[in-house]
């Protein structure tokens, strides 16, 4: 057999230590743990650690090996400080990170005919790991809902014009021990409680009028919808600052309306 040459541990006389090197757009089927319920989702992934300034390249095959080892284990969001522990160990670095984006299905009930169906959110899940420090993990959900113009309804002898709206929520959180207590499914709800009104993937005619109804008599500005979810947000546990995006996709104008706002404890 040939010597195959192992390239990637020549030295590197450069001396520029990268912060970060790894693989993206990893497509990878994980088990979500929420809550104890377990949840299939098909995730895209970009793992990355730091690379010693002495070494030419990392070995990327096995952030894959590490990543494979857990799709067949439900992952919790504690969990991820465990993946970024085992690359930091197996690929001796010091910083790890990643980014795990997936679709998560919250259950929804029609208002009035109770049809049972499944809204998609978009997740992700971000970790970043020190060699003996804790993790740092943030959670980052994008809501729809539907909001309802209050000016268009003041002016306008009948109807209004209305939206399908997104909140994008990032939350930092400052007690990893903590983590499991955190529901996606809870803190979608939420969110979407904040718009004019909830949406749902099945609607029959008497809960199409009931949507549209509570609309009407919920108007609201993108930024009203904004700063009731800042004060909602102000009062989840265990969270060190959050950002919050909204943005109505406007029926009546080829132009979206946006509001945005961050903070930090």
Known sequence: MKFMLDVQNQEDGRGIKIRRTG???VHLPFLISDGGAVQRVSAEVRFTVSLNEKIRGTHMSRLIEILTDWVETPLKMSDVEKILEDAISKLETDFSAIRLAFKFFVKKIAPVSERISLLDVDCEFIGELSRGSRMNFSLILVVPFTSLCPCSKEISDFGAHNQRSLCKV???FRD???LDEVSIEKIAGLVENLGSSKIYPILKREDEKFVTETAYQNPKFVEDILRDVVIKLRGV??????????ENFESIHNHNAFAGHREIF
């Open 23 to 25: 693989v993206t757009r």
């Open 170 to 172: 990032k939350l930092d």
């Open 176 to 178: 990893t021990d903590r």
């Open 237 to 246: 546990e265990n969270i060190s600052g959050f950002e919050v995006e909204c």
